[in-house]
């Protein structure tokens, strides 16, 4: 497996290889990120067209933009927050137009659900109680202000650290790190009697 | 040391003041619990569900990817310097004018349409070109974000609107003088707004960026980008243009 830091720094080989004309380069760069770009906006729209939308467009954006991508940062990091910028206007435009994000997801899950309990598979209460709490996860995450649901997934999800969600929304590390906090609060307060109510 | 707060539990959580949070855990029973009962709900919200990808992922993510990419064609390496593809739009269109009037001189039955097509092919690649880059420059404006600090620093795009206004004055000159009125009438309106742009501060205030976004989507001029990079695609496609 490669490490964070060769893979850092062959991706930046990667990026010079683009810039110098190589197209073929930039498959490296899109085999290498667009599952771990497809978790990201996954988390963020909570809908499979839409990440895949995401995905698409990430890629896209990134190639016409690799001129302002500096190599001194890290290039998935910049990829996550084209990603994340793309996913959360998305978001922002679908909830303009009145659709919820989750409505298919959890559509799909009542439906796994159903299945499950009927094939006899792991004990139905513990099914119905997972898929409570995976319902009331996504209620809470689109619940989240975008800043909020950005820098959860960042830190929660993508293991990323404070400097490196500061940058990727422009904010300082205290104001990143305050975002974190209030959508902490808000899971808790929206998770913790049900997880409760089963320990 | 007093009670752990609830930001540090959570920056515990994360991997951050490990030390200093761990031993106190260690020794306050209080803390502990609420520790535990912080660390059930973050545990459960990993149980959202991603759902799987094929085996063949990449590959497909990849080949869509690829085939929306702008053209890689001999003018791709000015894909970065509107103005040098400008200029060099100039010499290919002398060399093609040059060209077929030398082979009308030899004797060959070449018609002045033939003339104008090559000189056609060679503007709408070109053409093509400079309207990804401006409908790249432009949506990024008109998706920015709210200014943060009460300004938005846009000196990126507009040193990229300074640029492509130039090589925009010099298509529109040159599909004028082709005949190509409706290229040249297209190419005046989006002039007006690349220089809306340019003609911006570095850093603009939260009215002057709404300003600049209603004069982007106002003008519907994203949208006319797009219709019109798709014809030129299609004349392109129709010309059946060789790589240049």
């Given amino acids: ?199 | 040391m007093k009670h752990a707060t609830e930001e540090q539990l959570v920056l515990y959580y994360y991997g951050e003041q490990a030390d200093e949070i761990q031993r106190h855990l260690e020794s306050c029973e209080a803390c502990r619990g609420s520790y535990q009962a912080l660390q059930r709900v973050l545990n459960s919200v990993d149980s959202f569900p991603v759902p799987e990808r094929g085996a063949d992922y990449e590959t497909r993510v990849w080949r869509e990817v690829e085939r929306r990419l702008p053209r890689r064609r001999a003018l791709a390496w000015l894909a970065w310097k509107p103005l040098a593809a400008a200029a060099a739009l100039g010499g290919l269109m002398a060399v093609a004018f040059f060209a077929g009037r030398s082979w009308r001189e030899s004797g060959a039955k070449a018609s002045a349409a033939a003339d104008l097509e090559v000189r056609e092919r060679v503007l709408m690649v070109a053409v093509g070109d400079h309207l990804e880059r401006t409908q790249t420059v432009l949506a990024e404006l008109a998706n920015s974000g709210d200014p943060k600090n009460g300004a938005l620093d846009i000196s990126y795009e507009q040193r990229a609107a300074e640029d492509l206004v130039e090589a925009n004055r010099l298509y529109r000159e040159t599909a004028a003088s082709a005949g190509d009125d409706r290229t040249a009438n297209f190419l005046d309106e989006l002039e007006r707004v690349l220089l809306d742009v340019a003609h911006n501060p570095s850093q603009v205030s939260p009215g002057q960026l709404q300003d600049l976004r209603q004069e982007i989507e106002g003008r519907g001029i994203l949208f006319k980008v797009k219709i019109f990079s798709s014809e030129v695609e299609e004349r392109e496609a129709a010309q059946n243009a060789p790589v240049l």
């Fill in chain 1, 1 to 199: 497996m490669q490490s964070k830091g060769s893979m850092e720094e062959s991706d930046s080989v990667a990026v010079a290889r683009v810039r110098a004309g190589d197209g073929n380069a930039y498959r490296v760069l899109v085999e290498r990120h667009s599952r771990a770009v497809f978790r990201l906006a996954y988390r963020m729209t909570g809908n499979e067209q839409d990440s895949e939308d995401v995905v698409q467009e990430t890629f896209l954006r990134a190639y016409k933009q690799l001129h302002r991508w500096e190599a001194r940062s890290s290039f998935s990091t910049w990829l996550y927050r084209i990603a994340a910028n793309y996913s959360l206007d998305l978001v922002r435009r679908r909830q303009r137009h009145g659709e919820v994000a989750m409505t298919e997801s959890a559509g799909e899950r009542e439906t796994d659900v159903v299945h499950a309990l009927a094939s006899h598979a792991p004990g139905p209460d513990r099914l119905l109680f997972s898929d409570r709490v995976q319902q009331r996860v996504a209620a809470t995450l689109d619940g989240l202000s975008r800043q909020e649901r950005t820098a959860f997934v960042l830190r929660h999800f993508e293991g990323q650290s404070i400097e490196e969600i500061a940058g990727a929304l422009g904010l300082s590390g205290n104001a990143a790190k305050h975002s974190i906090f209030r959508a902490v609060q808000k899971l808790r307060r929206a998770l913790e009697p049900l997880v409760n109510s089963q320990s």
